[in-house]
């Protein structure tokens, strides 16, 4: 059950994935770079072929937080111990505040041109490891783990608690096409692997009083897990770390690494499949628009599943005020009907949705005599982008207004503003070079904020090294 050891570890593991986080509103459409294939199969190739650096072509991390940071719940200034701290959460945030982190690692990706010279399609595969975890902030729930019940005829909605947490790993190849000289296609088929899933979102019921001293409880509860051995050994690694009193944000994220990277299986008998589909609309040379659909798909998990369930009605007298959360707690586990199964489950990916409109402008001139224009494709751009993200409650939204221009040959930006519920001034920076057929990148959202990353409701860095073998003219 939720108690106040719960709540302290749920920040603990905000605090150590917070330094790290999903937003790659930089990278799509940046079609320089090789990963921009990831977010919309449809889009244009980077040349004739491509090699990732192994496990240095792609790496991404994001953190979101809305209604506080995690510098708000742990600085020290008026803060002299966690039932403080946890006060001051718990009054900050309400249930339609969440708390999410991703992070993805590519081991392998690679691309090259397959077909003749009428008829050419651009093949890419690769294999990389995704963490995610998304979670709504369990308002009732927590009043009740650290107050109690204090006040009679309240109740307290145990839909609150709603937490999605996962480890895949991801086998995937796409098709990439294009029809003519207006219309690109593409799609991506995904082979899926969960590592670790821990899964609690169609929760129901509420637990409270009534208007005298009697205690109600009336809910169907569940959490499903598959790899429950290692999902329990990192529960016990944050527990004892919280209360030995030895928080340490770079080292914690360090072993964090260590035990989901490291330790365990790398494929596990919890697998799925998807898609991605995409595509890009060029009506003319200034005009270009696109769409993609990323993530279609489920995992089914069978291996080393173990799932909790709390179900029913259940009422007694209370002592009204002086009834504590533990008691009450104490009382629905002697009596209730409460249990544990290891059925199979099936869980649904957090698909994603990109849209794009995009406006071209002038010509890109070469140092030479001539000073003529050395491409077709416009060298500056201005546009829009939306992006969604289907979750439990409520579907995630951003929309991106982006400038980009080729300073010249070697060097690419894209500069970013988006707006979303976690954050109204993130600014993001985009580069990407190309040396010696060496395509290095660096994304980064959020500038304002990177002198207190803590302090941030929000970031996101992207990095990678690519070799790409440039189109022949």
């Not at 509103?25 to 990963?35: D, G, K, R, T, W």
């Not at 296609?185 to 979102?201: E, P």
Request: glycine letters at 8%.
């Amino acid at each position: 059950m939720l108690n106040k050891r719960s709540i302290a570890c749920a920040f603990a593991f905000m605090s150590v994935v917070s330094l790290f986080a999903q937003n790659k509103q930089l990278l799509y459409n940046f079609s320089e770079i090789p990963q921009s294939l990831m977010l919309n199969p449809g889009g244009k190739q980077p040349g004739r072929a491509y090699i990732g650096v192994p496990m240095l072509s792609g790496f991404h991390a994001g953190a979101s937080s809305s209604g506080i940071s995690v510098y708000d719940a742990f600085k020290e200034n008026g803060f002299e111990n966690m039932d403080r701290r946890l006060d001051y959460v718990i009054n900050k945030l309400d249930r339609n505040d969440t708390q999410r982190a991703t992070e993805q690692i590519e081991f392998l990706n690679a691309g090259f041109e397959i077909g003749n010279l009428f008829n050419k399609y651009f093949l890419s595969f690769g294999l990389y490891k995704e963490i995610d975890f998304f979670n709504y902030w369990p308002d009732d729930m927590a009043y009740l783990a650290h107050h109690g019940n204090r006040v009679p005829g309240r109740r307290f909605n145990m839909a609150d608690a709603n937490i999605k947490g996962e480890v895949v790993t991801v086998l995937h190849v796409g098709l990439q096409h294009q029809l003519n000289d207006k219309w690109t296609i593409g799609g991506r088929l995904k082979f899926y692997s969960s590592n670790m899933d821990v899964t609690s979102t169609n929760n129901k019921g509420f637990v409270g009083s009534g208007t005298e001293s009697d205690q109600i409880f009336n809910g169907d509860a569940e959490v499903l897990t598959s790899s429950n051995a290692r999902l329990k050994e990192i529960y016990r690694y944050l527990r004892d770390d919280v209360f030995d009193g030895d928080i340490n944000p770079v080292r914690d994220a360090i072993d964090m690494h260590r035990k989901v990277y490291a330790e365990g299986p790398f494929i596990t008998g919890n697998i799925g499949v998807g898609i991605d589909l995409g595509f890009t609309y060029e009506p003319s040379r200034n005009w270009a628009y696109s769409a993609s659909i990323v993530d279609l798909g489920f995992i089914n998990h069978s291996d080393d599943v173990l799932n909790y369930e709390v179900t029913g009605s259940y009422g007694f007298d209370g002592t009204g005020s002086g009834t504590t959360a533990g008691d009450l707690l104490q009382v629905i586990e002697g009596d209730f009907d409460k249990t544990n199964n290891t059925n199979s489950y099936t869980t649904m990916r957090p698909v994603e949705f990109y849209a794009s409109a995009m406006y071209r402008f002038g010509y890109f001139r070469s140092n030479k005599p001539c000073n003529c224009p050395t491409s077709k494709e416009p060298p500056s751009a201005i546009g829009l982008q939306l992006f969604a993200e289907k979750r439990p409650r409520n579907p995630e939204v951003a929309l991106t207004a982006f400038y980009y221009q080729k300073i010249w040959e070697p060097l690419r930006i894209k500069a970013t503003y988006t707006v979303d519920k976690y954050s109204k001034t993130n600014l993001g920076l985009g580069l990407s070079s190309h040396f010696a057929n060496f395509n290095f990148y660096l994304l980064a959202n959020n500038l304002l904020e990177y002198g207190n990353l803590a302090d941030a409701n929000t970031l996101s860095l992207q990095m990678g090294l690519n070799y790409v073998f440039p189109v022949k003219r």
